[in-house]
C-alpha cells in the first residue's frame, strides 16, 4: 500500500476524457468509508487547472449535496461558460453511480501586475517540534499550540503551521485546498464544553455543506504555512468559519469559508 502523502499525490494525477472535460480520479485509501471534502477540493483545483492551463484558479466555490463512498471512483465533467484572454468560469461536477457528490464554481485567471497591498496581523513565529501534531488525514507536517482534540474550552480560533514534502509548485493550490477543510468544524466547537472533534458521530453529528476558497498570490508548500482561522458562528445546526493561508514572511496567499452540518443533541 502507498503511504498516504503518496497515496494522495496519486489521487491527483487521474485519466481526461474526450476534449479534456471529462475526467476519473481515484479517491484515498483511507480508514474511513467517505469521501474526505479535502480530496474533492483538490481534485477540483487539478481538474479546472488542466481545463484552463494558461490561468489559475482564482476561487473555487463547492457545495456538497451527499456524502461520497470511498469504494468508488469519482467522475468530473466540466462545463466551460466563458473562455477569455484574462478569465475564464467553469463549472464542474463531481458524481458516483448515485449521483452528485460535489458541484463546483470556478473562476481563472490570468496574472496581471498592479498595485500590491495587504492589510493582515503579522505573523508570529513558528511553534517549535514539540508542538507538533498528528492530524490523520494531513500526510505532512502540522505544528500548533491548540489542541482540537481536547474537550476542554477555549477560543473559536486556531493558528495551525504546516509544511509539505518537496512537491510540484503546480500542486499548491490544491494542497493548500484540502488542507482547508480538515479542522474549521473542530474550530467551531472549542468554546463548547465536553466537546472536541473526536466525538463526530457520538457527542455530535457533521457535515461540511459548502466550501469557498480565494487564491491571491502565487505560492508553495514545502516552505511553512500559517493557517489563521476563526468561526464567528454555530446556529440552527449550522457552523460557519473563515480563515486566511498566510507564508511564515507574512504574505496573504489564499483565504478560506466554510459552512457545515453540526448537530448537537440537547
Known sequence: MLDPWSDLLECLTFDAGVASTHFTAPNQHLEYH?????????????????????????????????????????????????????FSTLSIAATQAKGPIGIASVSMHTSEDGPDRQSVESVGELPGPDHEVALGLIPWETRCVDDLNATTTGPPELELWMRTPPVDPELAPALAAYATDLTLIGTALRPHDGL???????????????????????????????????????????SFGRGDILTADGALVASYGQESLVRIPN
Not at 472536541?196 to 487564491?215: C, E, M, R
Open 34 to 86: 467517505r469521501v474526505f471534502g479535502g480530496q474533492l477540493l483538490a481534485q477540483f483545483v487539478c481538474v479546472a487547472s488542466t481545463t484552463s492551463p494558461d490561468k489559475s484558479v482564482k476561487s473555487l466555490h463547492v457545495v456538497f449535496p451527499r456524502e461520497g463512498r470511498a469504494d468508488e471512483p469519482v467522475a468530473y465533467d466540466v462545463i466551460r461558460h466563458h473562455e477569455g484572454r484574462s
Open 196 to 238: 472536541s472533534q473526536l466525538g463526530n458521530g457520538t457527542q455530535f453529528n457533521s457535515a461540511v455543506t459548502s466550501h469557498t476558497i480565494w487564491f491571491h498570490r502565487s505560492f508553495t508548500t514545502d516552505q511553512w504555512l500559517l493557517l489563521r482561522q476563526h468561526s464567528p458562528l454555530l446556529a440552527h445546526g449550522r
